[in-house]
């Protein structure tokens, strides 16, 4: 069976089949979609510029952080664990942010530096309310990251994430500021205050790597995903590791006020709002108190309800937590509890020096 061949010559075509090879457009034709379709590309060069810098810039600033951790103790395992996580240098001479639960427990810490180096870090202090940690290696006019400032964020604006996830090195994820102000609940059970929402994708092992602006600022040390959602990451502020930081370096950990109770947020019967004239529905009850702690000291007791501290009004664990700083430690604090729920007794409380 012979087949027709049909021959289409350029001249048949329409006029605005091959015009596109043209720098101007057919006659008769607007040219109005063709300079919106060039100035669209002009943005997305320009977009494209401003990350390919970016990652140029930080790109030799990070580290790929390797840990070995004591394995559980069953059968058949081995008797340690390997994990791996992000980071990046924050100064010339080798010390290196990254999250607290990358190195928590680890024997041992190694990092890999851009060029390809690699070396034992020491783990110079770690704040697990905060999920930050410090670490050391040795070294000395390394390639160190640019702080930006987390309070100027606005949301919509440009962020991009750099990271080793699941071990692939120097992976570039980008998005914009997806929320500010977020809260999250750190290991501790302490509130983690001003997270920046992102949904620059981050994969385990993106932990304790940077979020970056458009500029090449660290805005935000990446930490966690929503694991059955997609686009929600979340990041410390740059601020808060400021802060963190300078109290690691200066005495191994962060120093906070501490009372010595264990407790959960419980609402308040209507009843006892009324009779005592209060104004939220809901307090602290204590659940353990530590001996000899402040709180032993003050007389409170398993069961108490904590109602107000140093002033003000105590709707949740967060709020003792958030009255709890290091200005606080070895100053007076007024504590109202109900007792019982028929007593309300004002208390002396002075807290001490964390711990941990």
């Known amino acids: 069976m012979e087949m027709e061949v049909v021959t289409i010559f350029i001249k048949d075509l329409p006029q605005h089949s091959y015009d596109f090879l043209s720098d101007t457009a057919p006659a008769g034709v607007d040219n109005t979609k063709r300079n919106e379709a060039v100035r669209d590309a002009e943005l997305l060069d320009a977009y494209s510029r401003a990350v390919i810098d970016v990652v140029a810039r930080v790109s030799p600033t990070i580290a790929h952080i390797h840990v070995k951790k004591k394995a559980p103790g069953r059968p058949g395992q081995p008797p340690e664990m390997e994990g791996s996580g992000s980071g990046f240098i924050i100064t010339p001479d080798g010390y290196i942010v990254t999250n607290c639960h990358v190195v928590d427990d680890a024997?041992?810490?190694?990092?890999?530096?851009?060029?390809?180096?690699?070396?034992?870090?020491?783990?110079?202090?770690?704040?697990?309310?905060?999920?930050?940690?410090?670490?050391?290696?040795?070294?000395?006019?390394?390639?160190?990251?640019?702080?930006?400032?987390?309070?100027?964020?606005?949301v919509g604006q440009v962020a991009i994430a750099v990271g080793n996830p699941l071990g692939f090195q120097s992976t570039v994820t980008a998005g914009v500021i997806s929320a500010l102000g977020r809260s999250l609940r750190s290991k501790t059970g302490r509130l983690i205050e001003n997270v920046i929402q992102t949904d620059a994708a981050l994969n385990p092992g993106n932990?304790?790597?940077?979020?970056?602006?458009?500029?090449?600022g660290v805005i935000g040390i990446n930490t966690a995903i929503i694991q059955s959602a997609q686009g929600i990451c979340f990041a410390i502020p740059i601020n808060t590791m400021r802060w963190v930081v300078t109290q690691l370096i200066r005495e191994g950990k962060v120093v906070r006020g501490f009372l010595g109770i264990s407790g959960q947020t419980v609402p308040l019967?209507?009843?006892?709002?009324?009779?005592?004239?209060?104004?939220?529905?809901?307090?602290?009850?204590?659940?353990?108190?530590?001996?000899g702690s402040p709180a032993d000291r003050a007389s409170l007791k398993e069961g108490d309800v904590v109602i107000s501290l140093g002033g003000q009004a105590v709707d949740s664990v967060d709020d003792i937590h958030r009255k709890l700083t290091r200005e606080s430690i070895g100053k007076s604090l007024d504590v109202v509890i109900l007792r019982g729920w028929t007593l309300r007794l004002e208390k002396i409380i002075v807290p001490a020096s964390s711990p941990v």
């Open 107 to 154: 024997n041992s810490v190694e990092v890999s530096l851009a060029d390809g180096t690699a070396c034992a870090a020491e783990v110079i202090g770690q704040d697990a309310a905060t999920d930050i940690a410090l670490l050391r290696i040795n070294g000395s006019g390394l390639a160190m990251v640019e702080l930006g400032d987390s309070d100027k964020l606005r």
């Open 207 to 216: 932990s304790g790597g940077p979020l970056v602006d458009s500029r090449g």
């Open 269 to 291: 019967p209507v009843k006892v709002m009324r009779y005592f004239q209060i104004s939220h529905d809901s307090g602290v009850q204590i659940i353990d108190v530590t001996k």
